[in-house]
């Protein structure tokens, strides 16, 4: 896909919002539209999740979920860039749910109801899901919360990439190529110093990454 002048819209959270950059121009989707020409729409808001929730959170913009926030993006786009799960793991308390889960409150279901409402929003877009990036303690929430059944980050990241294929959407797997690995230190040190945020230089590698599939599409 040739993407100057095409428009782009990013659906996420804080990685997307630009947490861990030194500005909003270093920000992975700006550098996106710097690279690419492309027109760039940033619908990032920090600690918002797929799911809807059980229980209301502190801060209440939490649970901006992504499902509720369709229908509030632009009408009209050429690409939609989906980018989230890693909220759902680290501090959310829906459940995880079934494949079959057809309604917003749990992770499988809000994965249908997200990918559906965006299918018919954008009918004609290009629909395009990337995975979580890994996290420190990703094996187990790093939060403990009662009544909550906890899973590996891992699980979530799989049932992202199930979901998107039933659908026949392209996924990015950012936790399978993407290179960027905190729990090796190196890695934290140079992309990730808190364990889960980028910083410019990992902003710049998630853009590259973006930009190349973007194109292959």
Known sequence: MQLQGKKVLFLGDSITEGVGASSSGTCYVAQ???RSGAVCRNYGISGTRIA?????SEPASFDLDFCMRVDGME?????????GGTNDYGHGDA???VPSDRTPDTFYGALHTLYTALICRY???KIVILTPLHRCGEEISAEKRPGVELRPLKQYVEAIRET???YALPVLDLFAISGLQPNVPVIRERYLPDGLHPNDAGHEKLAELIV???QQL
């Open 95 to 97: 459940p995880f749910g």
């Open 123 to 125: 009918p004609q877009s």
């Open 212 to 214: 190349r599939f973007l």
């Open 75 to 83: 009408p009209d786009a050429d690409v939609v860039v989906v980018f």
């Open 32 to 34: 996106v539209a710097e």
């Open 164 to 166: 998107a294929e039933y």
């Open 52 to 56: 809807r929730q059980t229980h209301p």
